[in-house]
């Protein structure tokens, strides 16, 4: 079956403008995880869906950075006033959210952001 | 700061030699523990994972880990290396309580021929 996608892949943008990340995670998984993967550093938990349930927000570096989870599957990560230091590859990732933090991730190919 | 930290940044093996890959992590209380692999141009995926049970655990493709909670370490294993081998290693942690995954730097392991 079709795995997690994300786009657009690459994303070229001037600081100061927002821009939109989407992710389409796979079908019936109900967790849903953004991470930030800047050059030379590890994953960066950001943002974290369940269900209907309030996202777990408290990996979002700044107000600049929000994300929605529309209908429980689609996601879009939103960057506002972006910032040179807001490069960096965005990861996506869902799980069944059967079994919580030791479900399996299932990560998209990323949206490599960078902001001149 | 609590983190999840993997010394060796770039390890370069000949094929056949066996492969020891350190993670450490520093969170306290029950934790879950994962390598996840992401080979050239395709997307992160798991490797294997501890939650309970014995120590040691297999996954795919003939590696192994060891929890050894005394030392805070779930190093990677591999008695064998071949050259479809080479990628980028990632350790993670997840605590039991809370969401959040907690991911090392990662180790680029190069097999050479």
């Known amino acids: 079956g079709a795995g997690v996608s994300q786009s657009p892949s690459n994303k070229v943008t001037e600081k100061g403008k927002d821009v939109e990340l989407r992710c389409d995670p796979i079908?019936?998984?109900?967790?849903l995880y953004w991470y930030r993967q800047s050059l030379g550093q590890g994953l960066e938990f950001l943002i974290y869906f369940q269900g209907n349930s309030a996202p777990d927000k408290s990996g979002l570096p700044s107000d600049r950075f929000s994300a929605e989870r529309t209908g429980g599957s689609v996601s879009t990560l939103t960057i506002q006033r972006t910032q040179q230091e807001d490069s960096a590859v965005y990861l996506c990732?869902?799980?069944?959210?059967?079994?919580?933090?030791?479900?399996?991730?299932?990560f998209g190919p990323g949206t490599r952001l960078t902001v001149l | 700061a609590q983190s999840v930290s993997q010394h060796n940044h770039h390890v370069i093996l000949s094929e056949a030699a066996s492969l020891e890959l350190g993670c450490n992590y520093s969170y306290g209380g029950t934790v879950n523990l994962f390598w996840y692999v992401q080979y050239p141009g395709q997307h992160l995926q798991l490797l294997l994972k501890y939650f309970s049970g014995d120590p040691l655990v297999k996954g795919i493709k003939g590696f192994e880990a060891e929890f050894i909670k005394s030392k805070f370490s779930f190093n990677l294993r591999k008695p064998s290396v071949q050259w479809s081998d080479t990628a980028e290693y990632f350790c993670?942690?997840?605590?039991?309580?809370?969401?959040?995954?907690?991911f090392g730097t990662g180790t680029s392991l190069t097999v050479i021929p």
């Open positions: 993670a942690v997840s605590r039991r309580t809370g969401n959040q995954f907690y």
């Open positions: 990732a869902s799980s069944s959210g059967l079994a919580g933090v030791t479900d399996t991730q299932y």
């Open positions: 079908s019936g998984h109900t967790a």
